[in-house]
């Protein structure tokens, strides 16, 4: 569960904008890729991935959530390791892989997402 008080132009803040100009920062698609688990049954997940350490404190590369919501799955994996592209496979048993689909977002350790709408 999560929360957000404040969204724009705030400290980590969703949306930041200047007089026309306005950029999604990575709060945003944070909120934005989890939101498809609000009121989902959790399914738990298998995740095998390296370890990306900074200083003496270490943390599994790769994170994942996977929900079950109206008769739709959703599978949402987090690359923490901003030296190291993830490259991702999932096998979900029972499910042809014609009716998998997917997005990724590429970030690329960006401050902020670069596109400016």
């Known amino acids: 569960m999560a929360n957000i008080a404040q969204t724009i132009n705030v400290l980590q803040a969703m949306i930041l904008t200047d007089k026309e100009k306005m950029i999604l920062t990575p709060t945003y698609h944070v909120f934005e890729m989890y939101k498809v688990h ?17 200083g003496q404190a270490a943390v599994p590369s790769l994170h994942a959530s996977h929900r079950a919501i109206r008769r739709q799955l959703h599978l949402s994996v987090v690359n923490l390791d901003p030296n190291r592209p993830a490259r991702v496979s999932a096998r ?20 902020h997402d670069q596109h400016v709408r």
């Open 92 to 111: 979900i048993a029972g499910m042809p892989a014609g009716k998998i689909t997917g997005r990724v977002t590429d970030r690329a350790g960006d401050e």
């Open 38 to 54: 609000q009121g989902a049954a959790l399914i738990p997940v298998e995740l095998s991935a390296p370890e990306y350490a900074f």
